[in-house]
């Protein structure tokens, strides 16, 4: 027996018609219920909910007096703020197992002779699905198992420890100390001689009448 509830009486009879166009008439085994879930559910030791609503835990705890122990609750959302907050709905009630949610994607294939490829579109996203197990009164739902995190590594290098340096270091330190320093390009250039530094020509205009030296040949 399967037993339908639809808050909106325009919803209802569109389901109403597809049912009677599919079987060709009413189904002996359906029965439809205009109504909010929490408040006309009266079924009991039912097997299996499907729960595709706006807010599916407003009805966690009709739904979860509705179900034997081992029947399985079914939800259908489609944002990722829904899917939390369901989750955790069914974990304060404590009448569930851990529940497991995935997505559904679909991608078609494109199959014709030797050219067997995916399809270039697809669709990416159509909804969670949210799935948990009735427990038998009593009994506590099952730990969560995590994985425990990795401790952080802090990597600290000792200090180097102070030590006597040894007699070739202390030479050459007090050498560096006493040796003169190399003269800079500056005071090189100044203290050539005469005959050897180095002069820039000096460029030459239009109105310069002498001509310019030739080299003598070697």
Not at 94 to 118: C, D, K
Not at 185 to 197: D, K, T
Request: charge should be positive.
């Amino acid at each position: 027996m399967l037993h339908s509830y639809e808050r909106r009486e325009d919803f209802a009879e569109i389901a109403q018609q597809n049912v009677e166009r599919y079987f060709g008439g009413p189904h002996p085994a359906w029965q439809l219920t205009v109504g909010d879930l929490q408040d006309n559910l009266s079924d009991t030791d039912v097997d299996r909910v499907i729960l595709d609503m706006l807010a599916p835990w407003e009805c966690l705890e009709a739904v979860s007096k509705a179900l034997v122990p081992g029947g399985i609750l079914c939800c259908y959302v489609a944002t990722t703020t829904q899917l939390a907050r369901t989750v955790e709905s069914i974990r304060e009630i404590g009448s569930f197992n851990e529940p497991t949610a995935w997505e559904s994607m679909i991608r078609n294939w494109h199959i014709e002779g030797l050219a067997v490829r995916p399809d270039h579109r697809m669709i990416g996203h159509t909804g969670f699905l949210l799935t948990a197990r009735r427990l038998a009164d009593g009994v506590e739902p099952p730990m969560r198992r995590r994985r425990p995190a990795k401790a952080p590594t802090v990597r600290t290098t000792p200090a180097p420890t102070p030590t006597a340096a040894p007699a070739a270091d202390a030479a050459r330190a007090a050498y560096n100390a006493t040796a003169p320093r190399p003269s800079s390009r500056h005071q090189l250039r100044n203290s050539a001689p005469a005959p050897f530094r180095c002069r820039r020509p000096r460029p030459r205009g239009p109105g310069d009448n002498h001509r310019p030296r030739r080299s003598a040949p070697l």
